[in-house]
Structures are given as structure tokens and as C-alpha cells.
């Protein structure tokens, strides 16, 4: 069975860092295409990122961009979201999931095997 475990949120103070973790199990990432997206309280979901692991392309949504970085650990098996300069506003539930058309998108019914989720405060 497919299944996508995301986990590394935390509390963090503004200008901090952390790294979120999205494992897969019962399938390889080698060749997928993965998305990280994020939810805050009241708000719709929305992209964040995005991995094609297939050809190696990346790409960001406007509000992250030069402060994320998404790569992925093909021995573990593991899509990575390093967050840099984080800011009140990336408060959020981080979800990472598989495209289902094998190409990135900014659009959540375009993905599927979502994880659970993984919470992302930052405050001081």
C-alpha cells in the first residue's frame, strides 16, 4: 500500500530554519513527481513546491521562492523541504503527495497518497 509520511514540523522563531520530511513507503520516489503543499488556519490549501524526480526539475510558488529548497534522498527514499527565513505567514499543516500525471502542478486534485500532515509554527 501506498504511503507518504511527512514529519519535522515544529515551533520555530521567525528568521529560523527547519527541514520537513515526507517518506515513502510501499513505492520508490526515483522516478515520481512530488508536491509540498500547506494549509493555514481558515485558508485554502496551496502549493509550495514541487519535485520531479524523473527529470530533476524543481519549482516554487512566489511566496517561497529563494527561501525553500525541495530535493529529494532517493537512498532514504525521502522528499526533503528545507525552509530558510521562515516567516509568521508560513504558519501551516505541511502536506506532501504523488502527481498523479507524473508533471508539477499547483492544483491538490492533481495529487493523491496524501500524508497526514506535519504542523509548521512560526512565532516568537
Known amino acids: 500500500q501506498w504511503q507518504l509520511v511527512e514529519s519535522g514540523g515544529t515551533l520555530v522563531q521567525p528568521g529560523g530554519s527547519l527541514r520537513l520530511s515526507c517518506g515513502a513507503s510501499?513505492?520508490?520516489?526515483?522516478?515520481?513527481?512530488v508536491g509540498w503543499f500547506r494549509q493555514a488556519p481558515g485558508k485554502e490549501r496551496e502549493g509550495v513546491s514541487c519535485?520531479?524526480?524523473?527529470?530533476?526539475?524543481?519549482d516554487y510558488a512566489d511566496s517561497v521562492k529563494g527561501r525553500f529548497t525541495i530535493s529529494t534522498d532517493n537512498a532514504k527514499n525521502t522528499v526533503y523541504l528545507q525552509m530558510n527565513s521562515l516567516k509568521p505567514e508560513d504558519t501551516a499543516v505541511y502536506y506532501c503527495?504523488?502527481?498523479?500525471?507524473?508533471?508539477?502542478?499547483?492544483?491538490?486534485?492533481?495529487?493523491?497518497?496524501w500524508g497526514q500532515g506535519t504542523q509548521v509554527t512560526v512565532s516568537s
Open positions: 519535485i520531479n524526480n524523473n527529470v530533476g526539475w524543481t
Open positions: 510501499g513505492f520508490t520516489l526515483d522516478k515520481d513527481t
Open positions: 503527495a504523488i502527481a498523479l500525471y507524473g508533471y508539477c502542478s499547483w492544483y491538490e486534485t492533481d495529487f493523491s497518497s
